[in-house]
């Protein structure tokens, strides 16, 4: 009961600071279709923002990934995830910054509307019009999906930060933090909408791991203010090893099919553009957690699992880690990814 407690009150100042900092947010980031810049712990001046609201001006575009497909060969094993390395500490020092992804629309080319809080009027980028737009309640849903998943890297990445301030090292301060991300995460998985995760299209393309083996690895450079550049210690490609397989064409445009039970898929490490590792493994139809050979094998502890997916979305991807008698939403977060720009 008292570390319950604890947990909750270390949440709520957490949650009183980020809210302070995103008190000074003014304007609302686009999506890109070029790559991210990458840059070796360099601060650009970047706006200080990400988060999106409909009261203010915004310009925005849709974003379709379409990433070549490159293979590689390896084999297929399951163990036990264990956690992060000293030698994945190490990377942390080499990390890469990283743009923050923006919100992406499902409707194409729909103009964004908002109602401006001054003149009570709704307004899009053309100036006032009459009344809210056409498919406002599926704008709406997209900012609600991306409002609460850079929330939750924002949580994290502000966890990460009290924690760097303390000692980390004991088991118990360990067993603290794996307590506050479950804390974290189970607001947006119970929102999860995905029959089987693990099939999903949506796990391919462009990550960034936030969470690795348990433990924050992202982090933010900034002091006062949000910033909308991270650093990241390297990028996961993911991708279908037999090459590109695209699925009907929808009204919303065409998307990567959904993977078949047992499909083989590609997964490789990536610092900057260079892959420094890669390995394949097959989607298991009953989300169990299986080893990615060959990817990650710069040490032993740092071998990357891929199953347990609790929630995925166009910004965020949860796994736990599997336990005998023990439902996924029982057992311990390994890994929460952000989705990102294309770096293929």
């Not at 301030?165 to 118990?172: N, S």
């Amino acid at each position: 009961m008292c570390s319950s407690l604890t947990i909750r009150c270390y949440l709520l100042v957490c949650s009183l600071l980020l809210l302070c900092r995103l008190d000074e947010t003014t304007r609302v980031s686009a999506w890109v279709s070029s790559p991210p810049q990458c840059h070796r712990n360099v601060n650009n001046g970047a706006p200080k923002t990400i988060i999106y609201s409909t009261v203010k001006d915004a310009e925005t575009s849709i974003k379709v990934d379409e990433s070549p497909i490159i293979g590689s060969a390896a084999t297929v094993t399951a163990t036990t995830p264990p956690s992060v390395s000293h030698q994945l500490e190490q990377q942390l020092e080499q990390s890469q910054s990283i743009s923050m992804p923006s919100i992406q629309y499902t409707v194409p080319g729909m103009k964004v509307g908002w109602k401006d809080s001054e003149t009570d009027l709704w307004m899009d980028e053309d100036g006032p019009r009459n009344g809210p737009p056409q498919n406002y309640w599926r704008q709406q849903s997209d900012e609600k999906l991306y409002k609460e998943s850079m929330k939750l890297v924002q949580d994290l990445l502000l966890l990460q930060s009290s924690s760097s301030k303390e000692d980390t090292t004991t088991a118990a301060t360990t067993t603290t933090s794996e307590l506050l991300i479950n804390e974290l995460v189970q607001p947006i998985e119970k929102s999860n909408s995905v029959r089987r995760p693990i099939l999903n299209r949506m796990i391919l393309n462009d990550w960034v791991p936030i969470v690795r083996g348990g433990k924050v690895v992202a982090t933010d450079k900034s002091t006062n203010n949000y910033s909308n550049e991270i650093d990241v210690p390297y990028f996961f490609h993911i991708q279908r090893t037999a090459g590109q397989k695209l699925g009907p064409k929808t009204p919303y445009g065409t998307f990567d099919e959904h993977l078949k039970p047992e499909e083989e898929i590609t997964i490789q490490q990536l610092v900057n553009t260079n892959v420094v590792s890669s390995g394949v493994v097959q989607v298991s139809p009953d989300n169990e957690n299986r080893l990615v050979k060959g990817c990650c094998t710069t040490n032993n502890d740092d071998l990357l699992y891929i199953g347990g997916i609790t929630y995925v979305s166009k910004y965020v991807m949860i796994m736990r880690q599997q336990e005998e008698e023990k439902n996924y939403k029982d057992s311990p977060v390994t890994e929460i990814w952000m989705k990102v720009d294309s770096k293929m």
